[in-house]
Nanobody, 123 residues
Framework: VQLQASGGGLVQAGDSLRLSCVAS?????????MAWFRQAAEKEREFVAA????????AYSDSVKGRFTISRDNTKSTVYLQMNSLRPEDTAVYYC????????????????WGQGTLVTVSS
């Protein structure tokens, strides 16, 4: 499956932004757990959020819980990350990722990755 992330940009602290990730390929529509990770400059990649195939289950890192919401539209093979109350520390390249089986917070367990979209939050 191929993943294409978009929606990044430059915003001010407190603003909102929505990222999208479109999956393509013969089994892309609803077969994969989808997740968002991010990597800030000079830092390791970290888990942000993940959502199950059915969208009934999701997981969030403590740093974004209550501010970010992950969702998916399997008819469009798209996963979203709604980011509210953005902070300068949310500045990073955001990557979408996909895997078969259950939700995981570990990046090495995701087989498929998008190219990343940059989110910059100014103070």
């Amino acid at each position: 499956v191929q993943l294409q992330a978009s929606g990044g940009g430059l915003v001010q602290a407190g603003d909102s932004l929505r990222l999208s990730c479109v999956a393509s390929g013969p089994t892309a529509r609803s077969s994969y757990v989808m997740a968002w990770f991010r990597q800030a400059a000079e830092k390791e990649r970290e888990f942000v959020a993940a959502i199950s195939v059915s969208a009934l289950n999701s997981a969030y890192s403590d740093s974004v819980k209550g501010r970010f919401t992950i969702s998916r539209d399997n008819t469009k093979s798209t996963v979203y990350l709604q980011m509210n109350s953005l902070r300068p520390e949310d500045t990073a390249v955001y990557y979408c990722a996909a895997r078969i089986a259950e939700i995981s917070t570990k990046d090495f367990e995701y087989r498929y990755w998008g190219q990343g979209t940059l989110v910059t939050v100014s103070s």
